[in-house]
C-alpha cells in the first residue's frame, strides 16, 4: 500500500471512480459483505502522474456479512460477523460499492469482537504495510545488535503508515532500553507531535525550507551519529538523497511511498558503505493475521485515527492531499441508525 505522506501541494483530487451501490447477487459459494468502513488511502495504480483517481471503499474494507450463499462448503461464516478483506487484485477493482460479493472466500478474515470495525478497516492496508517493513527491518536490526550497543531505526512520515510502525515496532523491537531507538522524521510539526505521543525515542522536523545541509547536520546530531534502519514511507528523490546522508556503514533502506520520481543513486558508495536498499514486501495473509492477532491481544496498540462520513469523502481527501490531517481517516458508510443481527 501507498501512504498519503506526501503528495505535492498543487495536486488535485479529481473524480472518484464509483460503482453499484444496489446489493449483488451473492455469488456461488461465496459471500455478500455490508461494506461499513473503509480506510482514506491510495493504492499503487491510482496515483497517476499528477491526477489522483482513488477509488473507494478502496483496499481497506471493513464490514459485517450480510448473506451467505447456501452452496458455500465448511460454512465457518454466518450473517453478521465481523470481517475485513485481504486486499487482491479483485478487492482494489470493486469501486464505491455498499455491498461487495466476494467469490474467493479465503479472502474474506473474520475479526474478533475486541476489534472495533473502524480499526479493522486499517489493517489490511497501513498496518499490513507497517508490519512487514518492521519485520525486514527487525532481522537487519537483531544483526546489528550483535556489533553495537545501539541501533537506530529512522521512520521517514508520521502520517497513517508511521504512526503504526511506530506502535509495531514497540511491540517487535523493544523499548528503547533494549538497544533499539526509533525515530521519526517528518516535515509536518503536528504529525510529528503525535508520534511523540505514540512514544517514538525523538522527532526530528524537516522543514523543507531549510538548507539541506543544516536538516542532515540536525539529523546526525539527533541520531547522535548516524541511522542504521531507514523505513521510508515518502520515498521522494529528496528524502532518498537525504537518506543516503545519514545512514550508517552497513546501514539499510526500506524504500514505499506514493512518489512517481525517478531517484539516482551512486552505486560505488553503496558497495563501499556494505549498504543496502529494499523495497517494502507485500504483506501476506499469513502476515495480516498476525497484525490482528496482536491488536485483539493488545500487544499492539492502533494509532490516533479520524472518522468520517463517507459522503465527505472529497474533502478528506483533499485534506489528505494537502497533510491537513493527523493520523488516520476512515470512511463510515453505515448509518449510526442501522443495525444487522447478530452483530458481534
Known sequence: MLDNERLLNDVGVSPYECGSTSMPPI???????????????????????????????????????????????????????????????????????????????????????????????????????????LIKAKSHVEKLREVKSCVNVMIIGAGGLGLWAV??????????????????????????????????????????????????????????????????FVSSPRTVQRDLKVLNREGLILVGGNTLSEVSINLNVLAAKQQSIAGIPQGTFEQLQQIIDMVADNKVEPPMYHVFP??????????????????????SYMDSTQTLDNQH
Do not use: M
Not at 80 to 107: F, H, M, Q, R, W
Not at 205 to 225: F, K, M, S
Not at 310 to 331: E, S
Open 167 to 232: 506502535r509495531i515496532a514497540q511491540a517487535l523491537v523493544g523499548p528503547t532500553d533494549n538497544g533499539v531507538r526509533v525515530y521519526v522524521a517528518d516535515h509536518s510539526i503536528d504529525r510529528l507531535l503525535a508520534a511523540q505521543d505514540h512514544g517514538c525515542y525523538d522527532i526530528i522536523h524537516w522543514n523543507e525550507e531549510d538548507h539541506e545541509q543544516y536538516i542532515v547536520e540536525r539529523t546526525l546530531d539527533a541520531c547522535r551519529g548516524g541511522v542504521d534502519v531507514i523505513v521510508d
Open 27 to 133: 455469488p456461488k459459494g461465496g459471500l455478500l459483505v455490508r461494506v461499513t468502513y473503509a480506510g482514506a488511502c491510495f493504492a499503487e495504480g491510482q496515483v497517476k502522474k499528477r491526477d489522483i483517481r482513488p477509488q473507494l471503499p478502496g483496499l481497506e474494507i471493513a464490514g459485517y456479512v450480510q448473506d451467505v450463499c447456501s452452496s458455500l462448503p465448511n460454512k465457518n461464516f454466518t450473517q453478521g460477523d465481523k470481517v475485513i478483506l485481504y486486499p487482491d487484485e479483485g478487492v482494489l477493482s470493486t469501486g464505491c460499492a455498499e455491498y461487495l460479493a466476494v467469490s474467493d472466500v479465503s479472502n474474506c478474515i473474520q475479526i474478533p469482537p475486541s476489534i472495533p470495525l473502524e480499526v479493522a478497516a486499517q489493517l489490511s492496508g497501513s498496518a499490513l504495510t507497517a508490519y512487514c517493513a
Open 310 to 331: 463517507a459522503c465527505d469523502a472529497q474533502q478528506v481527501y483533499q485534506d489528505l492531499a494537502q497533510c491537513r490531517i493527523v493520523g488516520r481517516a476512515i470512511l
